[in-house]
């Protein structure tokens, strides 16, 4: 069966540095792979899709990047952080064209001070 | 453009009381819609779905039936438990727009709070 890997799991950062956050499924090959922010009080808002390695689009212009180094491998990053980048992010995956069941990780909460 | 609108929560109930959690959506063409459960702490779970007018998704005792009329998903349950306390997000997925990748769009979610 499939699984999906998010961590940290809690990271509490000073504003202006960087920041890296892994994503990674397991039990299935080539995923669309998404990252999404749950802002307080708010709801998810998609930030960056994957549907290959080095295939990246992004929603919403900010100051964070994403990068599939491998195929079952997401990451976000930032190089300085801002307190208004903090949230729960939340990575999922889909499988396949027309698939549309998108299935969620554990999440990372992220506290920038 | 696509969007969900969820009541406010948050909702509070006693343990076996009725629930119903209304959804309605704008977006263009013929969306899936889908409820999502998010328990304190934890990432989005799929709680059901369903991807046509009339289709009924069920899981766990919710029920929620697609409305192409009135373009509504609410979200039914006939008697609560403290454990389905958690917060609930209504979601439409564009894929019919005539790509290969469905984007998810959500609500803004609905706490439930359950008490014995």
């Known amino acids: 069966s499939q699984t999906i890997h998010q961590w940290p799991a809690t990271l509490v950062q000073p504003v202006g540095s960087p920041l890296s956050l892994e994503c990674t499924v397991e039990g299935t090959s080539n995923p669309n792979l998404y990252w999404y922010r749950q802002a307080a009080g708010r709801g998810l808002q998609l930030l960056f899709y994957?549907?290959?390695?080095?295939?990246i689009s992004s929603e919403v212009p900010q100051n964070l990047s994403a990068s599939r180094p491998q195929d079952r491998q997401f990451i976000l990053s930032s190089k300085k952080l801002l307190l208004s980048d903090s949230g729960f992010y939340l990575c999922a995956w889909s499988v396949g064209p027309y698939q549309e069941t998108q299935y969620f990780g554990p999440g990372t909460r992220l506290l920038v001070l | 453009g696509n969007s969900v609108t969820q009541m406010e929560g948050p909702v509070t109930l006693s343990e076996e009381a009725f629930l119903t959690i209304n959804c309605t959506y704008t977006a263009t063409g013929y969306p899936s819609l889908f409820w999502y459960v998010q328990y304190p702490g934890e990432g989005l779970q799929l709680l059901l779905k369903?991807?046509?007018?009339?289709d009924k998704g069920s899981n766990k005792g919710f029920e929620a039936t697609y409305r192409k009329e009135t373009t509504s998903f609410h979200l039914e349950k006939g008697s609560v438990q403290v454990s389905d306390s958690a917060v609930y997000f209504c979601a439409l997925s564009d894929l019919n727009r005539g790509s290969t990748l469905g984007r998810l769009y959500f609500g803004r979610g609905t706490q439930l709070t359950v008490w014995p």
């Open positions: 369903a991807t046509k007018a009339d």
């Open positions: 994957s549907v290959g390695i080095g295939q």
